[in-house]
């Protein structure tokens, strides 16, 4: 039990455009799923936090604009890159709390790897 | 703002011989602490976790012991193995969850 999904695993794309990646939690409802984004042998950067049926709240420095997150229902959560540049190349990976686990512990999806040429 | 340090950054240890990493936090409200393995290109895997009303907890070869007065916390892994070589995070739940910069574990053959 506690599978999440991404999609896509990764995607290249040019500057310019907007790149949407779905978060989804397979067999459990995830009333609050996390964004994250990891750099190269670095940590996971909180970049937000999304609650099913409102808005999300961003981590200081996250441009809510750049990085627009909608939680639409309570398996499903998408974050999209919203006209995309090179620095925003990364690993962006989403987690889900199962109310199994008391809401505490976090499960990972599998990433999604962004090139922006 | 609130901080999760961890060391050492990274850690070679022997086949067979046990690797101990540490975690301080700064936020004395968190109650809750995760440890995650991520393997190369893999998702974060939680492996123990543990709460603060217990000073330590032990699942097989791994165990973590938590320190709440002195703010510490750390992972001990016992009879290493190739398998263990991954990147460690240890994480600490207050208001949010704030998680450290990982280690890396190198295991010798």
């Known amino acids: 039990g506690a599978v999440v999904s991404q999609h896509p695993s990764w995607v290249i794309c040019k500057s310019g455009t907007s790149v949407k990646i779905e978060c989804r939690s397979l067999?459990?409802?995830?009333?609050?799923m996390f964004w994250y984004r990891q750099f190269p042998k670095q940590s996971l950067m909180l970049m937000a936090t999304?609650?099913?049926?409102?808005?999300?709240?961003?981590e200081q420095g996250v441009e809510k604009d750049k990085f627009l997150i909608n939680h639409a229902s309570l398996t499903l959560s998408t974050l999209t890159v919203t006209s995309a540049h090179p620095e925003d190349s990364s690993f962006y990976i989403c987690?889900?709390?199962?109310?199994?686990?008391?809401?505490?512990?976090?499960?990972f999806g599998p990433g999604t790897r962004l090139l922006v040429l | 703002g609130e901080n999760v340090e961890q060391h050492p950054s990274t850690l070679s240890v022997q086949e067979g011989d046990s690797a101990v990493i540490k975690c301080t936090y700064s936020?004395?409200?968190?109650?809750?602490f995760p440890w995650y393995k991520q393997e190369l290109g893999k998702r974060p895997q939680l492996i123990i976790d543990?709460?603060?009303?217990?000073g330590e907890k032990k699942d097989q070869r791994i165990a973590v012991t938590l320190n709440k007065t002195a703010k510490h916390f750390s992972l001990h892994i016992t009879e290493t193995q190739p398998e263990d070589s991954a990147v460690y995070f240890c994480?600490?739940?207050?208001?949010?969850?704030?998680f450290g910069k990982g280690t890396r574990l190198h295991i010798l053959p």
């Open positions: 987690s889900a709390s199962s109310p199994r686990s008391n809401q505490e512990t976090q499960y």
């Open positions: 067999d459990f409802q995830a009333t609050t």
């Open positions: 999304s609650n099913e049926g409102s808005k999300a709240t961003y």
């Open positions: 936020d004395s409200a968190s109650n809750y």
């Open positions: 543990i709460r603060s009303n217990v």
């Open positions: 994480a600490a739940r207050g208001d949010k969850i704030i």
